[in-house]
């Protein structure tokens, strides 16, 4: 026997050596919910360790983050249902709790990366990412609303704003929208492929933003199809998305590739609330080693081809050393 791949594997050391894969910090994204109030701070059921915080505890928590060396936070807003309308007016009211969090985290903190949320599902009456007539999701006036909301986001200190919403065309007209506006610094993150998947139930239970009739069907992609990741990859290249994400990460590994090998631009992952509800009730029964598991889930995106991670293990994975 001339080839004995063992023999690369036999002590730490030489695995160290001939590892292909690493997972590093810089590359992780902390998703990270808002509440209106004082000193808040609630556990999301479905998802043990993740929290809902107010601003002053936003503030801290980001603090510590700073310390771990993780420095990119995706801010998402729990908004009183009082405050929902059709139109998502809340989401870019200047004293609305999103737009004054994005302020007061850029005011105390400005070395920290601000990834914004745009989509109107957090403030809207509907539950929908856009504006629903009779039962349908409006494309172009659709657009319309997130414009604004891109700018105010923008106007508050977002370096980089997300639209997460699947409308068509919503990155040209947000690219343009902030080019106009003086804001040709701020970078976009496109969700490009974004599927209509059963693993966003506990981020809808964490913000109370679940669509109030129907499903997401209509704007997210099939989870069956592949190629059609390469279409709104493409159509977000060329209409000046900096970053391309797919959604979720782990039944979505070969798109990861794919859209990596079709892209110079760097591609992001988004290991979501489903994802991580899973692996923790399977650490809580005792039937997973949570260091190991975590470890190897991010590994696995990452080798797929993703550049940056977003995920709700960031923090305990920097806080335990577990990479
Ligand atoms: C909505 C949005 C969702 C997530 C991020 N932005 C849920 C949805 O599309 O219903 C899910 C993130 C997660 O599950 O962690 N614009």
């Known amino acids: 026997m001339l080839q004995r791949p063992r023999r690369n594997r036999k002590s730490e050391a030489i695995r160290q050596m001939v590892q292909e894969t690493h997972v590093s910090a810089a590359n ?19 998802m043990p360790g993740i929290y809902r915080y107010s601003i002053d505890n936003l503030l801290r928590e980001i603090e510590s983050c700073l310390k771990l060396g993780l420095n990119a936070f995706d801010l998402f807003p729990n908004i009183d249902e009082a405050l929902k309308d059709k139109y998502a007016t809340e989401s870019h009211r200047e004293e609305g709790l999103y737009l004054r969090a994005i302020r007061e985290v850029k005011k105390h903190f400005p070395e920290a990366c601000v990834i914004t949320d745009v989509a109107m599902d957090p403030y809207s009456s509907d539950g929908h990412d856009g504006i629903v ?53 701020v970078s976009i993150m496109s969700y490009s492929a974004k599927y209509a998947s059963a693993f966003y139930g506990p981020f809808r239970d964490a913000l109370n933003s679940a669509p109030k ?28 998305a900096d970053f391309l994400m797919v959604k979720p990460a782990l039944s979505y590994l070969d798109v990861i590739k ?63 050393k577990w990479l």
């Open 213 to 240: 009739f129907g499903d997401k069907k209509t704007y997210q992609m099939n989870p069956a199809n592949q190629q059609e990741a390469l279409i709104e990859a493409r159509f977000d290249e060329a209409e000046g």
């Open 133 to 185: 007539e009779n039962g349908e999701i409006l494309n172009d006036e659709t657009l319309e609303v997130l414009g604004k909301m891109t700018l105010a986001q923008a106007q508050a200190g977002a370096d980089i704003i997300a639209p997460s919403d699947m409308m068509d065309g919503r990155v040209g007209h947000l690219r343009t929208m902030l080019d106009d506006h003086g804001f040709k610094h």
């Open 28 to 46: 992780l994204i902390f998703p990270l919910f808002i509440i209106d109030g004082d000193n808040q701070k609630t556990e999301v059921a479905s």
């Open 258 to 320: 794919l859209v990596k090998d079709n892209t110079q631009l760097p591609v992001a992952a988004y290991n979501v609330s489903g994802e991580y509800a899973m692996l923790k009730a399977a650490v809580q029964r005792g039937w997973l080693n949570e260091q190991r598991a975590v470890s190897e889930v991010l590994t696995s995106i990452r080798r797929a081809g993703a550049t940056a991670i977003l995920t709700y293990h960031a923090r305990e994975v920097l806080e335990n």
